[in-house]
T-cell receptor, first 113, second 113 residues
Framework: DARVTQTPRHKVTEMGQEVTMRCQPI?????VFWYRQTMMQGLELLAY????????DSGMPKDRFSAEMPDATLATLKIQPSEPRDSAVYFC???????????FGPGTRLTVL | GENVEQHPSTLSVQEGDSAVIKCTYS??????FPWYKQELGKRPQLIID?????GEKKDQRIAVTLNKTAKHFSLHITETQPEDSAVYFC????????????FGTGTRLQVTL
């Protein structure tokens, strides 16, 4: 049963530190999405890729967030510098364009003190 | 862009009763409508989806109906059980484009004994 994996599962850091979150999409999937979930905002789309190319990152604060796909098996989301308002659960999801179904990873729970 | 509204935000039903969650979408071109279930502290998981070429789809105790004319779709859960308690999200997209799902704000379903 193939699943999206994410590391780390939990991260506690201090304001101003760099945070890197990693995602391994399901093998063969060609679309990767990064979401942020908070109680107040629900599921927010931050960025997504198709065939490793960024398609839309309009949901990300560009001054501090960056998303990349160095290869087909790894997607990264970086926050530098982190701020307390970045505290949230960050989900990665992958899918295959055509069916368009998205499968979510377990999430990274980020706490910025 | 697409806008999805979801109602109600919370729903409490007694075990064995039915639950209905409704969503409306704004873009008449949207043709793919998945539903996700998210248990506390877990990832959103796809439970059922429907495409615009059908009006209804059923999988055991859950069913989804789609009214393209009115631009709304609904999730129906029959014979509810305590393990159905979760947050449910609807979403919509036009397939063949960038596969970007627009999510509703979620419905917290509580099934009481």
């Amino acid at each position: 049963d193939a699943r999206v994996t994410q590391t780390p599962r939990h991260k506690v850091t201090e304001m101003g530190q760099e945070v890197t979150m990693r995602c391994q999409p399901i093998l063969g999937h060609n679309t990767v999405f990064w979401y942020r979930q908070t109680m107040m905002q629900g599921l927010e789309l931050l960025a997504y890729f198709r065939n490793r190319a960024p398609l839309d990152d309009s949901g990300m604060p560009k001054d501090r967030f960056s998303a990349e796909m160095p290869d087909a098996t790894l997607a990264t989301l970086k926050i530098q510098p982190s701020e307390p308002r970045d505290s949230a659960v960050y989900f990665c999801a992958s899918g295959f364009s055509g069916p368009d179904t998205q499968y979510f990873g377990p999430g990274t729970r980020l706490t910025v003190l | 862009g697409e806008n999805v509204e979801q109602h109600p935000s919370t729903l409490s039903v007694q075990e064995g009763d039915s639950a209905v969650i409704k969503c409306t979408y704004s873009d008449s071109a949207s043709n793919y409508f998945p539903w996700y279930k998210q248990e506390l502290g877990k990832r959103p998981q796809l439970i059922i989806d429907i495409r615009s070429n059908v009006g209804e789809k059923k999988d055991q105790r859950i069913a989804v109906t789609l009214n393209k004319t009115a631009k709304h779709f609904s999730l129906h859960i029959t014979e509810t059980q305590p393990e159905d308690s979760a947050v449910y999200f609807c979403a919509a997209t036009l397939t063949g484009t960038a596969s970007k799902l627009t999510f509703g704000t979620g419905t917290r379903l509580q099934v009481t004994l």
